[in-house]
């Protein structure tokens, strides 16, 4: 029973994580190149032009529920085995839903990437 | 890609890797989360192990924002995974760990998978727009 919620808290933190990361990377593709907007406009700006991105709020409650999901999890299992799981399933659902959502351009290139550091943070536990 | 985009993307490996490192130390500390009384957690919040790891967290989060308004995330999350190479690296040097030699094939394997996807293009790039055929009849009229 405790290796079923620790798979669930797991489960949540790879969604939530991945949704996070969905809605992030389009929401600073939205706000545009922070570096030029820095340096053209200053801190503030960034700053406001950021937090005005609905999807940037949206991806920071994902973030809070894989925060708190992660604590939990940490204190159910080791770290050992919590900390590789989500990540290297992170990888995959981050690339499926970057090619679903965001229409990357996920090519053999990025797919062999993900599988490789998917397999490798495996091996690493 | 220059060197300034490269420190960013070494920002978010470093400071992630820490960061989690921090929070595991934190919530060993705090012990088992009760589901019984799951809002317990936030009292985890006043340990200093887990305020220095969300210290480096939030180090975290803006490089990672910085490094996603100028790459795409299929980029970017493998790009960065070299973190766990780097502590991998840093338990054996410094803390005299025993690493496995299982452990250096997942080390080799993501040094492989960084160094295949940042010799790629870090954007999409932009879709062109289709030049629209006019309809006979648009043809027609425009004769």
């Known amino acids: 029973m405790k290796s079923l919620e620790l798979w669930c808290a797991i489960f949540a933190i790879v969604l939530a994580s991945s949704g996070g990361d969905v809605l992030l990377s389009s929401a600073m593709k939205r706000v545009g190149d922070l570096h030029e907007l820095y340096a053209e406009r200053g801190l503030l700006v960034v700053m406001g032009r950021v937090v005005r991105e609905k999807r940037f709020l949206l991806a920071l409650c994902c973030f809070s529920v894989g925060f708190f999901s992660l604590l939990t999890a940490l204190s159910w299992g080791d770290a050992s085995l919590v900390a590789p799981a989500s990540a290297s399933l992170t990888f995959i659902a981050s690339a499926v839903m970057a090619k679903i959502f965001l229409k990357e351009d996920v090519d053999h290139r990025r797919w062999i990437a993900a599988l490789l550091v998917c397999v490798g943070v495996v091996l690493l536990r | ?143």
């Open chain 2, 1 to 143: 890609m220059n060197l300034k985009k490269y420190l960013v993307l070494f920002a978010v490996m470093c400071f992630g890797s820490i960061g989690d490192a921090l929070l595991k130390r934190g919530m060993n500390d705090f012990g088992p989360v009760d589901l019984h009384h799951p809002f317990r957690v936030v009292t985890a919040l006043g340990n200093p192990w887990i305020l220095i790891g969300i210290a480096c967290l939030i180090a975290f989060f803006s490089s990672y924002m910085t490094a996603l308004s100028w790459a795409d995330l299929s980029y970017v999350l493998p790009a960065t995974a070299l973190g766990y190479v780097l502590v991998t690296i840093l338990g054996t040097t410094f803390l005299h760990e025993n690493v496995s030699p299982a452990r250096w094939i997942g080390v080799l394997l993501i040094s492989c998978g960084v160094g295949w996807v940042t010799r790629g293009p870090a954007l999409t790039a932009p879709q062109p727009r289709e030049a629209r055929i006019p309809s006979p009849e648009e043809q027609h009229e425009i004769a």
